[in-house]
């Protein structure tokens, strides 16, 4: 029996599988801090960048930090892992005109985003 097979893994956490050629199991990064990244109350909008294959992970966080309002590299790496991993993630949360103004300088700097 392969040993990873013999992995045991949590209900609610994810599936955890050695990445091609290697021996050690490759599981999605674990959140360090809950940050808010939006207004709070009153969530009118919401921004998704989506995964262009055109970025390094350093250029988006890079991007993130610099135009998403209370943005940390941490969270930033977390939200270029997801978009990277599924494609796609919220990245921003907040007022709608917010939400266009940060868009718009993501979109600047190269991202695929939309405002929803």
């Given at each position: 029996?392969?040993?990873?097979?013999?992995?045991?893994?949590?209900?609610?956490?994810?599936?955890?599988?050695?990445?091609?050629?290697?021996?050690?199991?490759?599981?999605?990064?674990?959140?360090?801090?809950?940050?808010?990244?939006?207004?709070?109350?009153?969530?009118?909008?919401?921004?998704?960048?989506?995964?262009?294959?055109?970025?390094?992970?350093?250029?988006?966080?890079?991007?993130?930090?610099?135009?998403?309002?209370?943005?940390?590299?941490?969270?930033?790496?977390?939200?270029?892992?997801?978009?990277?991993h599924?494609?796609?993630?919220?990245?921003?949360?907040?007022?709608?005109?917010q939400?266009?103004?940060?868009?718009?300088?993501?979109?600047?700097?190269?991202l695929?985003?939309?405002?929803?």
């Open positions: 029996m392969h040993e990873y097979s013999r992995l045991k893994v949590a209900a609610n956490s994810a599936i955890i599988r050695p990445m091609a050629g290697t021996k050690t199991p490759f599981a999605p990064p674990v959140p360090t801090e809950i940050t808010s990244t939006g207004t709070g109350t009153g969530l009118d909008a919401r921004v998704i960048a989506f995964n262009c294959e055109c970025h390094t992970y350093e250029q988006v966080i890079g991007l993130f930090c610099q135009h998403i309002p209370g943005m940390t590299s941490s969270k930033a790496f977390e939200l270029a892992w997801k978009i990277d599924d494609g796609e993630a919220i990245v921003f949360a907040g007022a709608l005109s939400a266009e103004e940060i868009a718009a300088k993501l979109a600047g700097g190269g695929r985003v939309a405002v929803q």
